[in-house]
């Protein structure tokens, strides 16, 4: 049987279709830009194999090129001639190869882009060693000796071996001494000092009130004097530690030949890429991921974990949504049950929603003025006033952008919250005024909780648009890299004065910031997949807080 077109088109069938494709090619989209970020950001983990080539220059002269191969792309010749490298006539595209060459130090860049018809005799050497170093990136070459004490006591020729469990034996314990020497610097002596601030802090508290007689002080010099005793036994122990800290070096000589010293102080880890076996590799990119996701950055941000951001950004986000969601709920409550709905209200309301328009920068210059400069600085001048001239509270920290995220959130909770209290049938409140409860009553025990859905939904979308959100924090609290978590265990334990890192500023950093271009794009990536992977997380624990007080409060909606 045949359908007109006419009909077809009248009975809605073309917009069904055309919404079902939208949204197939909207699915499509977003799983496309999750897989690229997902592929180019955690292939960086992989232990690549070192490849060792012969590279002939335009002179002619040779040299020995040993690293990782990134990126294999074809240019035009004439783009070659250009850029003054000699082309036979008749080769229209040649291939080329960004190769990763490490050793900044020697080389003074860790990327090189060579032709491919100047490489040759390419091979893998199985005992060429991949080393990660604290400073200047990777050092590639071959290992030929140890030294003790500046000694040396072991050698071996660039093709042996027969040093390397002495390597790793080495190197293992160096990190051991490591891990001691961080936990006495950021722990016990980071206490000290904190305690001895707040000791510092008192001393000019009685000054100010002039109450800083020899009474009153005694018992702070005492204190003082108790915590620089336990500094000093503190330091002597990490000075301990530093001798054997510094105590061995690795000789290595690189593909061209240069011989470099390398105090085993300064390497994080050290493996063979070439001699490991698919498990070992995958234990090798595991032991990465999980690095990446728990340590401190290192070189500029451009190397290490991302640890610090990812606290930071939960607990922004935790923070804003705990600021948000009563003032939020509030103001909604008021527009919909108290306030009589005229000229003024229906203006607020407008306001309200023309404020979730206001481009996100705005409101951090808005918080900058206000939070940071007016309300911090009387802070200050109120409370803190030992501390000045260096601010406490008058600088950008965690609390002023998490208010300033709040702020530019709340209409986001109050249109939903004011959605959510208007499908509440007006016979429910009927139904419980009749049995004698008052107005109030009503609300919190009926009204509030049957709209508890719709709040969380306010709530979630707040967080997935805090989460993602830069440019204001730019001005209220975020930093490039935090000397301490804004959660600690010096009371009060949690320090919303300081400032924190983001994910999102992290991205841009790395991405826009970093004077090593090719090495930070692979950390951009594997950030930008964290940073959707946390939105998702705190989202889907609100959604899952959202379901548990709708099937809560189903009763009521019958």
């Keep these: 049987m045949q359908v007109s077109l006419r009909k077809w088109v009248a009975s809605g069938s073309p917009w069904v279709w055309l919404n079902a494709g939208a949204v197939a090619i909207s699915v499509v989209l977003v799983l496309g830009l999750l897989g690229v970020i997902a592929t180019r950001g955690l292939v960086h983990f992989w232990p690549a194999s070192l490849q060792e080539y012969q590279y002939t220059d335009s002179s002619g002269a040779q040299m020995a090129i040993l690293g990782e191969r990134v990126q294999r792309e074809q240019v035009t010749a004439e783009q070659i001639r250009n850029s003054g490298v000699a082309v036979p006539e008749g080769v229209e595209v040649l291939d080329r190869q960004l190769i990763k060459v490490g050793n900044r130090d020697l080389y003074g860049s860790d990327f090189r882009w060579v032709l491919e018809r100047q490489l040759s005799d390419l091979n893998y050497p199985e005992h060429a060693v991949s080393i990660e170093r604290r400073e200047w990136g990777n050092l590639y070459g071959y290992i030929v000796g140890i030294k003790e004490n500046g000694q040396l006591i072991a050698e071996q020729d660039a093709a042996d071996n027969t040093l390397w469990a002495e390597v790793q034996e080495r190197s293992q314990r160096a990190n051991a001494i490591y891990s001691n020497i961080q936990k006495l610097e950021s722990g016990t002596i ?22 800083d007689t020899p009474q009153n002080l005694a018992q702070l010099q005492a204190e003082k004097a108790a915590l620089q005793a336990q500094y000093a036994s503190l330091e002597a122990e990490l000075m301990a530690l530093y001798t054997p800290f510094k105590r061995d070096s690795l000789i290595v000589v690189t593909a061209d030949g240069r011989q470099k010293e390398v105090n085993f102080s300064d390497i994080v880890r050290l493996y063979q890429p070439n001699a490991l076996s698919l498990w070992q590799k995958i234990q090798h990119y595991l032991m990465k991921l999980v ?59 407008i306001a309200v929603n023309n404020l979730a328009g206001v481009p996100s920068i705005v ?49 986001v909770v109050i249109v939903a919250t004011e959605e959510g209290l208007s ?9 419980s005024l009749a049995l004698g409860a008052t107005k109030f009553e009503t609300l919190m025990r009926v009204v509030i909780p049957m ?17 993602g959100e830069v440019a204001p924090l730019m001005l209220v609290g975020v930093v490039k890299l935090a000397p301490n978590l804004p959660l600690d265990i010096n009371a009060p334990f949690l320090h919303l004065e300081r400032k924190f890192m983001h994910l999102g500023f992290h991205i841009y950093d790395v991405g826009f910031q970093s004077p090593n271009v090719e090495a930070a794009r692979p950390l951009v990536y594997a950030t930008a997949l964290m940073l959707v992977v946390v939105i998702a997380v705190l989202n889907l624990t609100a959604i899952a807080i959202r379901n548990r007080l709708r ?3 189903r009763a009521l909606d019958m």
């Design 291 to 349: 690095e990446f996701v728990s340590e401190d950055p290192r070189e500029a941000n451009t190397e290490g974990g991302i640890f610090p951001a990812i606290f930071g950004t939960v607990l922004m986000v935790m923070i804003m949504s705990l600021i948000v969601t009563p003032f939020g709920v509030v103001a909604a409550v008021y527009l919909r049950e108290y306030a009589s709905q005229g000229f003024v209200t229906r203006t607020i309301r």
């Design 551 to 553: 099937e809560k409060y």
């Design 451 to 467: 709209a508890s859905p719709a709040m969380m939904t306010g709530v979630i979308l707040a967080v997935a648009r805090a989460a």
């Design 423 to 431: 499908r509440i049938p007006r016979s429910v409140r009927e139904g």
């Design 363 to 411: 409101y951090g210059v808005f918080g900058l003025g206000f939070f940071v400069y007016f309300i911090g600085g009387n802070l200050d001048e109120l409370f803190f006033a030992p501390a000045l001239p260096a601010p406490t509270f008058g600088t950008p920290g965690l609390l002023w952008a998490s208010l300033t995220l709040a702020l530019l959130t709340l209409p």
């Design 190 to 211: 980071g206490a000290v000092n904190y305690a001895l601030e707040k000791i510092r802090l008192a001393e000019r508290s009685l000054q100010l009130q002039e109450q």
